[in-house]
């Protein structure tokens, strides 16, 4: 395998991990990107006069936005692949950037998150798909690779606007326009690459495997996981958007104090996101989502009732274990329905932000009502919707015996 994304073969089911690397490291850059809206809403909430409802529908606009469109695009490229789509859905990014870093209105602000949406529905499930396409055998280590990416973007994001756009206002937004052009040329070398190989990945016996799970089961876990994902969503999202109040509120924290620890947050989140694959293709993916969700149950229920060394704590043991869920979630879901990998990705990327956006609002219109206190109160809870995770059936092993066919199939080509 060559280390060029522009010049690999998967003429055998090998792992690509240059590309992997190429992907995760645009997918760095897109959500870092993407991350610098959230972690300036205590930059933008004074001069603008805005509400926590209002800086819930912020997120609605952008995520809602993001949520329609994914799995449309990834049913859409199902049957037509765009090879340089990627690109494409950089350059939205960049254009909201340039329209949030000289929006002068509350309006106008919602109209550049709705670009940044954009971005990310174009992005996400093509991206998915490409990494599904080079993982080999490795899916749930290539989904966490790529994922990982991701999470370290929205963990910079909060640090990046502690650094550069706090002390230098909106209108420094437009310097990240840079990293957005680094991204449009990394990813259309990337779309070369995916050109190149798409015909041999279309062949793949795995990619067009059979469904033995009746019509009922298949409904039944599709209704468990998208459960899962509320759960997951709604409790990550109260930490994202409104830790950093939760902070300045009950520590008396600045506003750079705070998005220092958010960092941490999301930092260990990322950490915590390369586990869930690997795990997940050696032990079962059932197991990793179990432990990911219903495990942070414990901590999340304590947060609200320590001190701020404590809460730090508690909060890198909650980003790290709950963010090995997604991963294996979505593996999961490709397996469960094969064949269909740019609709299941889109669908669950959609799903993410979709919850994403809803419960920034409903969680901000809380906060109004009662106090950020009441809101971590009442969200320590929602890991315990994990539970449902024992009506998922086991997969694995018609799993195993897809990838054995995948292998010998290889072996003779």
Same mark, same amino acid.
């Given at each position: 395998m060559h280390n060029d994304p522009g010049k690999s073969s998967l003429g055998k089911a090998e792992t690509a991990m240059a590309v992997l690397v190429a992907l995760s490291a645009s997918h760095l850059i897109n959500d870092t990107l993407q991350a610098l809206l959230p972690a300036i809403y205590p930059m933008l909430k004074g001069p603008f006069g805005l509400s926590f409802t209002q800086i819930g529908l912020i997120t609605l606009s952008y995520q809602l936005t993001a949520s329609i469109l994914q799995p449309l695009i990834g049913a859409y490229t199902d049957r037509n692949p765009r090879p340089y789509?990627?690109?494409?859905?950089?350059?939205?990014?960049?254009? +909201?950037? #340039? @329209? *949030? &870093?000289?929006?002068?209105?509350?309006p106008m602000i919602l109209v550049s998150s709705v670009i940044?949406?954009?971005?990310?529905?174009?992005?996400?499930?093509?991206?998915?798909?490409?990494?599904?396409?080079?993982?080999?055998?490795?899916?749930?280590?290539?989904?966490?690779?790529?994922?990982?990416?991701?999470?370290?973007?929205?963990?910079?994001?909060?640090?990046?606007?502690?650094?550069?756009?706090?002390?230098?206002?909106?209108?420094?937004?437009i310097w990240f326009g840079v990293l957005a052009l680094g991204g449009i040329a990394l990813l259309t070398r990337v779309g070369g690459w995916y050109r190149r190989n798409l015909p041999s990945f279309r062949k793949r016996p795995s990619v067009h495997g059979p469904q033995t799970l009746s019509? +009922?089961? #298949? @409904? *039944? &876990?599709?209704a468990v996981l998208v459960s899962l994902i509320f759960s997951k969503y709604f409790y990550l999202v109260s930490i994202t958007n409104y830790y950093t109040f939760y902070l300045i509120q009950r520590f008396g924290l600045s506003i750079q104090g705070a998005q220092y620890l958010l960092f941490v947050f999301l930092a260990a989140v990322a950490a915590g996101t390369i586990l869930g694959g690997p795990?997940?293709?050696?032990?079962?993916r059932k197991y990793v989502i179990w432990i990911s969700i219903l495990g942070v149950a414990p901590f999340s229920i304590l947060l609200p009732h320590v001190g701020l060394g404590a809460t730090v704590v508690l909060s890198v043991l909650i980003g790290a274990i709950l963010a090995s869920a997604f991963s294996a979630i979505l593996v999961y879901a490709q397996e469960l329905i094969p064949g269909k990998v740019?609709?299941?990705?889109?669908?669950?990327?959609?799903?993410?932000?979709?919850?994403?956006?809803?419960?920034?609002?409903?969680?901000?219109?809380i906060a109004d009502l009662r106090s950020i206190g009441f809101l971590f109160n009442a969200c320590g809870y929602l890991p315990l919707i994990g539970i449902l995770t024992w009506f998922l059936p086991d997969i694995e092993s018609a799993s195993r015996r897809a990838r054995r066919i995948e292998g010998q199939a290889a072996e003779s080509a």
């Open positions: 789509s990627l690109a494409w859905g950089m350059a939205f990014t960049l254009t +909201g950037l #340039v @329209s *949030l &870093s000289r929006a002068a209105s509350y940044i949406g954009m971005g990310s529905a174009i992005f996400h499930p093509e991206a998915s798909r490409m990494a599904h396409m080079a993982a080999g055998n490795r899916h749930g280590f290539a989904q966490s690779l790529f994922q990982v990416g991701g999470n370290f973007g929205s963990s910079l994001g909060p640090l990046l606007a502690a650094l550069i756009v706090v002390p230098n206002g909106q209108a420094s937004i019509r +009922g089961t #298949v @409904s *039944l &876990s599709l795990l997940g293709d050696r032990f079962g740019g609709m299941i990705s889109g669908l669950f990327f959609g799903l993410a932000f979709g919850m994403g956006g809803v419960a920034s609002a409903a969680l901000g219109k």
